[in-house]
T-cell receptor, first 115, second 108 residues
Framework: GAGVSQSPSNKVTEKGKDVELRCDPISGHTALYWYRQSLGQGLEFLIYFQGNSAPDKSGLPSDRFSAERTGGSVSTLTIQRTQQEDSAVYLC?????????????FGPGTRLTVT | GQSLEQPSEVTAVEGAIVQINCTYQTSGFYGLSWYQQHDGGAPTFLSYNALDGLEETGRFSSFLSRSDSYGYLLLQELQMKDSASYFCAVTNTDKLIFGTGTRLQVFP
């Protein structure tokens, strides 16, 4: 079946603009995660959605970042008033109820460049 | 605080065996996962240890010692395609906390 998809694959934006990044998880996966990966670095947890529960937003770096998940499926990560330090690859992952959070399936990521 | 430590880089030759260590300090621990990421690619799941001991999956094995807050990934019969970054990740209640990754370079 189809894996996790993300769009756009690349996004170049000017400092101060808002951007929206989209994630389409694997069908049937109830958990969805957003991570940020700077060049040569590990993955930084941003936010976690599980079913219809309130999301865990503990990793969002500032109030410029927000995310929503509609209908328990597609998710959008929004960054307002982008800054140059927001430049990174934004990865989305999903996991199924059967395997738990330790086995996550990642999308190809969105490379965000803020100029 | 929460921290996971891995060597930044490891090199080896084809056919060799390499071990990538991971030590962790986290508040809350359910298990240790390993992920592989090729340059420009997405991380892919390799293995998971919830209990002490060795888990084997083909050429790859993973070990966990909860009392030592330590684990490792063992790669045998290295192939060129194993050149990638490898991340350990702690399962902590509802999220994964990733280490900074170990870049493995395999030479012919």
């Amino acid at each position: 079946g189809a894996g996790v998809s993300q769009s756009p694959s690349n996004k170049v934006t000017e400092k101060g603009k808002d951007v929206e990044l989209r994630c389409d998880p694997i069908s049937g996966h109830t958990a969805l995660y957003w991570y940020r990966q700077s060049l040569g670095q590990g993955l930084e947890f941003l936010i976690y959605f599980q079913g219809n529960s309130a999301p865990d937003k503990s990793g969002l770096p500032s109030d410029r970042f927000s995310a929503e998940r509609t209908g328990g499926s597609v998710s959008t990560l929004t960054i307002q008033r982008t800054q140059q330090e927001d430049s990174a690859v934004y990865l989305c992952a999903s996991s199924s109820p059967g395997t738990g959070i330790y086995e996550q399936y990642f999308g190809p990521g969105t490379r965000l460049t803020v100029t | 605080g929460q921290s996971l430590e891995q060597p930044s880089e490891v090199t080896a030759v084809e056919g060799a065996i390499v071990q990538i260590n991971c030590t962790y300090q986290t508040s809350g621990f359910y298990g240790l996962s390993w992920y592989q990421q090729h340059d420009g690619g997405a991380p892919t799941f390799l293995s998971y240890n919830a209990l002490d001991g060795l888990e084997e999956t083909g050429r790859f094995s993973s070990f966990l010692s909860r009392s030592d807050s330590y684990g490792y990934l063992l790669l045998q019969e290295l192939q060129m395609k194993d050149s990638a970054s490898y991340f350990c990740a702690v399962t902590n209640t509802d999220k994964l906390i990733f280490g900074t990754g170990t870049r493995l370079q395999v030479f012919p």
